[in-house]
Nanobody, 128 residues
Framework: VQLQASGGGLVQAGGSLRLSCAASGITLDYYSLGWFRQAPGKEREAVSCISSSGSSRVYADSVKGRFAISRDVARNTVYLQMNSLKPEDTAVYYC??????????????????????WGQGTLVTVSS
C-alpha cells in the first residue's frame, strides 16, 4: 500500500498550489481521506478531510475559504487545492487515509492516530 503525495513547491504569498495524493495497493472508495501539515518545530495538524462518499468535507478554521479538498474515484486520488496562500501555510503536507473513523464534523477529531495509511509528505513553502 502506498500513498504518493506530490504538488508541493515554492510560491509567493497570494499564490496557489494543488496537491495530489495517488494511492496504489488499495482502492480509496471505502476510505475517508485527508491532509495534515507539519511546520518546523510544530506538531502535525489536520487541515482537511473528505468522507468516503465525498458528501462531507471539513476544514480547519485557518484554511476555510482558501483550501478545497476533492477526490477522484477513477484516478484513486485525493487533491488539495490551496489558494490565497500565506507564509503561515508553509509546512510539509501529508495525505492520509482511514477506513473506520471517517471524516468527523469537527476537524479537531480528525487525528494523526486515527489514520491507517500515510503519504510521504510534500513541502509547501510560501514566501512573503
Amino acid at each position: 500500500v502506498q500513498l504518493q503525495a506530490s504538488g508541493g513547491g515554492l510560491v509567493q504569498a497570494g499564490g496557489s498550489l494543488r496537491l495530489s495524493c495517488a494511492a496504489s495497493g488499495i482502492t480509496l472508495d471505502y476510505y475517508s481521506l485527508g491532509w495534515f501539515r507539519q511546520a518546523p518545530g510544530k506538531e502535525r495538524e489536520a487541515v482537511s478531510c473528505i468522507s468516503s462518499s465525498g458528501s462531507s468535507r471539513v476544514y480547519a478554521d485557518s484554511v476555510k475559504g482558501r483550501f478545497a479538498i476533492s477526490r477522484d474515484v477513477a484516478r484513486n486520488t485525493v487533491y488539495l487545492q490551496m489558494n490565497s496562500l500565506k507564509p503561515e501555510d508553509t509546512a510539509v503536507y501529508y495525505c492520509a487515509a482511514n477506513k473506520f473513523i471517517g471524516c468527523p464534523r469537527t476537524i479537531t477529531h480528525y487525528t494523526v492516530s486515527n489514520q491507517d495509511y500515510w503519504g510521504q509528505g510534500t513541502l509547501v513553502t510560501v514566501s512573503s
